[in-house]
């Protein structure tokens, strides 16, 4: 009964290539986030939607899009991979409650790896 | 602006050992939420606790506890006892309810390695 679900695991690309990320969540939350975690281990976060709407877009680069074709789903495209792409990327999801921070959940991550 | 501050890097202890790992965090709303995350060597973030602003009791759960100060900004995390299993990257997180996107500001982590 896996809550948020990434696919794949890993993905091991050349520069140049475009690939996706999946993500879906089984929680009925209404807010999924896509955040990046570099090879220190700093966690950022990229984008978010609610209710399949975007509500957060950080500074990233356009090479990057979100798409949510449904609450439950939230895929990412990363067109053009270049060598600093290498990175984990975590999806999450939480409750998204006007007003308040639910407790995001996270997926089990997806390790990318520009050759 | 919204920061969190995990000043540890990295801490070493003995197994059995208590071990406090420190956040500060800076904010200017109100209304606020922090959180403890685990991230284990296999890679996971696994949610710990989570804390509004409005609550300052201190929590335990089993071997862990955490302490919420408004008055320092902080909210420290200890373990008492500490087991190899707990060696982790620990990520302290910031989310201002105001921002209205819900979304995280984490620490830089630090890493805890228990030895045997």
């Known amino acids: 009964d896996t809550a948020v679900s990434q696919t794949p695991k890993y993905l091991v690309t050349q520069m140049g290539n475009d690939k996706s990320i999946k993500c879906e969540q089984n929680?009925?939350?209404?807010?999924m986030y896509w955040y990046k975690q570099d090879s220190k281990k700093f966690l950022k976060i990229m984008f978010s939607?609610?209710?399949?709407?975007?509500?957060i877009n950080e500074t990233v680069p356009n090479r990057f899009s979100p798409k949510s074709p449904d609450k439950a789903h939230l895929n990412l495209h990363i067109n053009s991979l270049e060598l600093g792409d290498s990175a984990v990327y975590f999806c999450?999801?939480?409750?998204?409650?006007?007003?308040?921070?639910?407790?995001?959940?996270f997926g089990p991550g997806t390790r990318l790896t520009v050759l | 602006a919204q920061k969190v501050t995990q000043a540890q890097t990295e801490i070493s202890v003995v197994e059995k050992e208590d071990v406090t790992l420190d956040c500060v965090y800076e904010t200017r709303d109100t209304t606020y939420y922090l959180f403890w995350y685990k991230q284990p060597p296999s890679g996971e973030l696994v949610f710990l606790i989570r804390?509004?602003?409005?609550?300052?009791q201190n929590e335990i759960s089993g071997r862990y506890s955490w302490n919420f100060q408004k008055s320092t900004s902080s909210f420290n995390f200890t373990i008492t006892a500490s087991q190899v299993v707990d060696s982790a990257v620990y990520f302290c997180a910031l989310s201002e309810a105001g921002s209205g996107t819900y979304k995280y500001i984490f620490g830089t982590g630090t890493r805890l390695k228990v030895l045997a």
């Open positions: 939607y609610n209710n399949k709407e975007l509500i």
């Open positions: 929680l009925g939350h209404d807010t």
């Open positions: 804390r509004n602003s409005f609550d300052e």
């Open positions: 999450a999801s939480s409750q998204g409650v006007q007003g308040r921070s639910d407790t995001q959940y």
